[in-house]
Structures are given as C-alpha cells and as structure tokens.
C-alpha cells in the first residue's frame, strides 16, 4: 500500500509566510525556506507553497523564493496561487518546484490543464478545488477566486473532468469546513477518491489527529493538507505521524 502523504502549506506574501483568515488580518509567522527545512527535518512528505501577493513585484519575490526552496529542500514542493498561464507554470517548475496547483484558472480555461499536462506532464498537474456544500440542493457548487464566487461547476463532475484533462492530483478544500476545525467531510472524500484513480489531497478541517486519521482511513483520501495546526504548533509532525502508525496508517517515519 502507497504511504499517505503529510503536506503543510505555507501562504507566501512578499517573501512572507503568512496566515489570516480568508487571506484578511495576515500575521507574519516566519520564512518560508526556513519553515520549509524544519518541516522536512519533522518528516513532512511534501509542502505547498501558495503565493498570495498580487502584484507583479510580488510573483517576481515568490520566484526567487522557489528558487532558494529548491536549492535547500530535498522533499518535493507544489506552488500554486494566482498562475493562469502555461508560461507562469513553465517558469516555476524551471525555477525547481516539482509541481504545480492551479484552481481558479482551470475552472476559467479548463484546456489549461491538458496544456500543461502535455508539456510537463501529468505527475505536475495538481487542480485545487474549493467548493461549498449547499443544503438547499444538495450539490457541492465549484467556487473561484478563493471562494468567493460561485460557479455553474459541481464538485465530482469537475473533479472528473479535470483528471480527464490530465491533472495528476486533485486537491480538495470544503470551504465549509475550512478553518473550523472541526473535522472533514468523510463521505465526500470517500466518493471523491473511489470515483478516481489519481490521488486526492484533503484540506481544510483538521483539527487534531484524530480528524487527520479519519480523512485518511474513512475519507479514503492519499495526502492531508493543514497550515495553522502545524505553524504554531497545535501538531507536530512526527507524532502525527507516530499516531498514524499506531492507529495502523502507512506512513513514511
């Protein structure tokens, strides 16, 4: 059985790791090269960089800061935020990011995907998707834009298409659950990652390692995603890691 995968994700703003809420009331909470070693040496399998800045200056930051990840991490990192073009992805994946995520542009061009996938190949492609359930019909509805505009997308068909297209992972955030910390959708993961063949990464929810347990067993998903629990420290990961194991969850040690 494949290792399930732990991925912290770190929000960069101009060179910054940052955490807020719906990217508002931003705190500074360290570098982002340094908090990357220190997860690798934690035993982290994987992390996510998301770069939040806006402005052209602000990309231009967050290349050289891949740059120096890839210099320094011997784990493989995923960049996402903001890149809307086969060209931008080119360039990060030239700057040493071993994948990248794309989510609003994907929904806006879904050739995008294919795109990429065939200059670079699948195993690069990672399509997030944010969606939020709705009580009133039932379906989970696609959102862009960091959730805050609704789409005529719906979460499986979506998911469908985008590993059709040629995505490699699929990374999933209810954004009715994100941040609460309350625990994840476990029937929607468990359809999500049965209907597919290619990995599911779950994110927004966990909030404690009983709930990371549950995502990666019930929920059936290949990878958990968090930031805050693990920036300051609510959960470190080797002892995640060390419960995974006990509770019967392969993971790397």
Same mark, same amino acid.
């Given at each position: 059985?494949?290792?399930?995968?732990?991925?912290?994700?770190?929000?960069?703003?101009?060179?910054?790791?940052?955490?807020?809420?719906?990217?508002?009331?931003?705190?500074?909470?360290?570098?982002?090269?340094?908090?990357?070693?220190?997860?690798?040496?934690?035993?982290?399998?994987?992390?996510?960089?998301?770069?939040?800045?806006?402005?052209?200056?602000?990309?231009?930051?967050?290349?050289?800061?891949?740059?120096?990840?890839?210099?320094? /991490? #011997? +784990? &493989?990192?995923?960049?996402? @935020? !903001?890149?809307?073009?086969?060209?931008?992805?080119? %360039?990060? =994946?030239?700057? $040493?990011?071993?994948?990248?995520?794309?989510?609003?542009?994907?929904?806006?061009?879904?050739?995008?995907?294919?795109?990429?996938?065939?200059?670079?190949?699948?195993?690069?492609?990672?399509?997030?998707?944010?969606?939020?359930?709705?009580?009133?019909?039932?379906?989970?509805?696609?959102?862009?834009?960091?959730?805050?505009?609704?789409?005529?997308?719906?979460?499986?068909?979506?998911?469908?298409?985008?590993?059709?297209?040629?995505?490699?992972?699929?990374?999933?955030?209810?954004?009715?659950?994100d941040g609460m910390k309350s625990?994840?959708?476990?029937?929607?993961?468990?359809?999500?990652?049965?209907? /597919? #063949? +290619? &990995?599911?990464?779950?994110? @927004? !929810?966990?909030?404690?390692?009983?709930?990371?347990? %549950?995502? =990666?067993?019930? $929920?059936?998903?290949?990878?958990?995603?968090?930031?805050?629990?693990?920036?300051?420290?609510?959960?470190?990961?080797?002892?995640?890691?060390?419960?995974?194991?006990?509770?019967?969850?392969?993971?790397?040690?």
């Open positions: 059985m494949l290792a399930k995968r732990i991925i912290p994700c770190l929000d960069v703003k101009d060179g910054r790791t940052v955490k807020g809420i719906n990217f508002l009331s931003l705190t500074d909470v360290g570098d982002p090269v340094e908090m990357g070693k220190r997860y690798s040496d934690e035993g982290a399998d994987e992390l996510v960089y998301l770069d939040i800045s806006a402005s052209a200056e602000g990309r231009s930051t967050f290349k050289d800061l891949v740059r120096r990840v890839a210099e320094q /991490l #011997s +784990i &493989p990192f995923t960049v996402g @935020g !903001g890149i809307s073009s086969y060209d931008t992805a080119g %360039e990060l =994946l030239g700057c $040493g990011a071993d994948k990248i995520s794309i989510n609003t542009a994907a929904v806006l061009d879904p050739s995008l995907i294919g795109k990429i996938a065939k200059g670079y190949g699948s195993q690069f492609v990672v399509v997030a998707i944010d969606a939020r359930y709705s009580e009133d019909d039932g379906i989970w509805h696609v959102t862009t834009h960091g959730g805050r505009k609704s789409t005529d997308k719906e979460l499986f068909s979506w998911a469908h298409e985008a590993q059709e297209r040629g995505a490699g992972e699929i990374l999933f955030t209810s954004m009715n659950h625990g994840y959708p476990l029937d929607t993961y468990s359809k999500l990652s049965s209907m /597919l #063949s +290619i &990995p599911v990464i779950a994110s @927004g !929810g966990a909030g404690n390692m009983q709930h990371i347990r %549950e995502v =990666l067993s019930e $929920g059936k998903a290949d990878a958990a995603l968090a930031a805050s629990i693990f920036h300051y420290g609510e959960i470190r990961i080797q002892d995640l890691k060390a419960y995974l194991k006990a509770e019967g969850i392969t993971v790397r040690l």
